[in-house]
């Protein structure tokens, strides 16, 4: 099988899904920018995988491969669809977890294939619960992919009523809770925004 996959040029690990594809007898061919169905058709894709994309995939694409092209994200949907799910399932206490879904035109609206919830602790910082949250992703697509190899996906609708959507502007505000960027620990986050927030109401 030619599997496209798609990511950022600044993502870590670029080449730890694209490996593990690989090892089961498939090409993978990793792109960070924009494509379109032309491009499909020159290199014979038959699956694509996304992975920490910027971008959405138009109509033309989903319609050449129905059912062949899913998405990695990094939160437990329906909550916290779009920018910074690890954040905002700590934020706002949603469930926290990891998700493989079908892509649809929506933004992490597709049917749901598979998916992983876990905890965190007070004591790990954010980017520590990043990590652990990227291990788990990378788990589920492993189990994913020898169950199925692509063929034949199972899936359930989400709840697009449920669950909520952030954009990367959305993370400005919060900013100041994080005195050590993403090396902030939860608990120190939950402290200072308590603070902000009683200076506020004084």
């Known amino acids: 099988m030619k599997i496209l996959y798609i990511t950022n040029a600044e993502a870590e690990n670029k080449l730890e899904i694209p490996s593990f594809l690989e090892s089961k007898g498939n090409k993978v061919e990793i792109v960070t920018r924009r494509f379109c169905v032309q491009d499909l058709i020159n290199?014979?894709?038959d699956f694509i995988v996304s992975d920490?994309?910027?971008?959405?995939?138009?109509?033309?694409?989903?319609?050449?491969?129905?059912n062949k092209i899913i998405n990695l994200?990094?939160?437990?949907?329906?909550w916290g669809r779009g920018y910074h799910p690890n954040f905002w399932s700590i934020a706002k206490n949603f469930p926290h977890g990891v998700t493989i879904h079908k892509i649809d035109e929506g933004i992490d609206t597709g049917e749901i294939i598979a998916q992983s919830r876990f905890s965190y602790f007070s004591h790990e910082t954010?980017?520590?619960?990043?990590?652990?949250?990227?291990?788990?992703?990378?788990?589920?697509?492993?189990?994913?992919?020898?169950d199925s190899q692509g063929l034949e996906i199972k899936s359930f609708p989400q709840d697009k009523q449920s669950g909520n959507l952030f954009y990367r502007k959305d993370i400005e505000p919060q900013m100041i809770y994080l005195k050590s960027g993403w090396d902030t620990?939860?608990?120190?986050f939950f402290s200072i925004r308590q603070e902000y927030t009683k200076i506020k109401q004084d």
């Open 43 to 45: 290199q014979r894709i």
């Open 52 to 66: 920490k994309t910027r971008f959405l995939l138009g109509k033309e694409i989903l319609d050449y491969l129905p």
């Open 73 to 78: 994200h990094p939160s437990f949907l329906p």
């Open 126 to 146: 954010f980017r520590d619960t990043y990590y652990r949250q990227r291990k788990y992703m990378v788990d589920l697509f492993r189990t994913f992919w020898n």
């Open 185 to 188: 620990r939860i608990i120190d």
